[in-house]
C-alpha cells in the first residue's frame, strides 16, 4: 500500500521565479492538504482539495494557488517567490473532507528560495 | 482561531526513562492527532485520538476533550525517540498544529 509521495524532495529557486509541487494521495484517499512548514515551526495549513476544488484555505496569499486531478493527485503552485517563502512544503491526504477523518502526511518538498 | 499549545518546548532524556507529553487546546475538537516528525522532516502518524486512552507498544496517548487537553507517553524512551512530536487538532476540516515538543534522548 503506497503511502503518500511528493515530488522533488529538494527545490532551488530564486526570488521571483514560479515553482510547482506536485503530490499523489495514498491509496484509497481523495482529499489532499497542502502545509508549509518554517524551520522551527508547525506546519501551517495552506489549502485543501476535493472533487478538484479548493474546499478550504488558510491564510496564504494569493501568489499560492492550487489544483486538483480526476486521479485526486494534486499540484501546489507558489508565483513571485520571496524570500520567506524557503520552507518544508507537506502534502497531506485524507478519505474524504469530514471533520474526523485521519491525514497521511508524504515527505515533504524542502524549498530553498535565494 | 483553535489555539494549540504544547509543553515542554524541549526535553531531555536518557535512554530508558519515561515522558509526558502535553497538548492543550481553546477549544471543542473533532478529531486530535499525535505525530512524530523524524530527522528528515516526515511526519509519521502515532494516534488518532479524539478522545479515550490509546497504547501502541511504549508508547500511549490520552484525550480529555471536555477539558480540552492530550496527553502523549513515552515509556522506557529510545535514541531512535529522539525528534519533534505534534499535537494537532482538526478544526474546520484543516488540521492545527502546535508548535512542538523537541525530545532528545541520550545513551
Known amino acids: 500500500d503506497a503511502g503518500v509521495t511528493q515530488s522533488p524532495t529538494h527545490l532551488i529557486k530564486t526570488r521571483g521565479q514560479q515553482v510547482t509541487l506536485r503530490c499523489s494521495p495514498k491509496s484509497g484517499h481523495d482529499t489532499v492538504s497542502w502545509y508549509q512548514q518554517a524551520l522551527g515551526q508547525g506546519p501551517q495549513f495552506i489549502f485543501q482539495y476535493y472533487e478538484e476544488e479548493e474546499r478550504q484555505r488558510g491564510n496564504f496569499p494569493d501568489r499560492f494557488s492550487g489544483h486538483q486531478f480526476p486521479n485526486y493527485s494534486s499540484e501546489l503552485n507558489v508565483n513571485a517567490l520571496l524570500l520567506g517563502d524557503s520552507a518544508l512544503y507537506l502534502c497531506?491526504?485524507?478519505?474524504?473532507?469530514?471533520?474526523?477523518?485521519?491525514?497521511?502526511f508524504g515527505p515533504g518538498t524542502r524549498l530553498t528560495v535565494l | 482561531g483553535i489555539q494549540v499549545e504544547q509543553s515542554p518546548p524541549d526535553l531531555i532524556l536518557q535512554e530508558g526513562a519515561n515522558s509526558t507529553l502535553r497538548c492543550n487546546f481553546s477549544d471543542s475538537v473533532n478529531n486530535l492527532q499525535w505525530f512524530h516528525q523524524n530527522p528528515w522532516g516526515q511526519l509519521i502518524n502515532l494516534f488518532y485520538?479524539?478522545?479515550g486512552t490509546k497504547q501502541n507498544g511504549r508508547l500511549s496517548a490520552t484525550t480529555v476533550a471536555t477539558e480540552r487537553y492530550s496527553l502523549l507517553y513515552i515509556s522506557s524512551s529510545q535514541t531512535t525517540d529522539s525528534g519533534v512530536y505534534f499535537c494537532?487538532?482538526?478544526?474546520?476540516?484543516?488540521?492545527?498544529f502546535g508548535e512542538g515538543t523537541q525530545l532528545t534522548v541520550n545513551p
Open positions: 494537532a487538532v482538526t478544526s474546520g476540516s484543516r488540521l492545527t
Open positions: 497531506a491526504s485524507s478519505p474524504g473532507p469530514g471533520l474526523t477523518n485521519e491525514q497521511f
Open positions: 485520538i479524539p478522545s
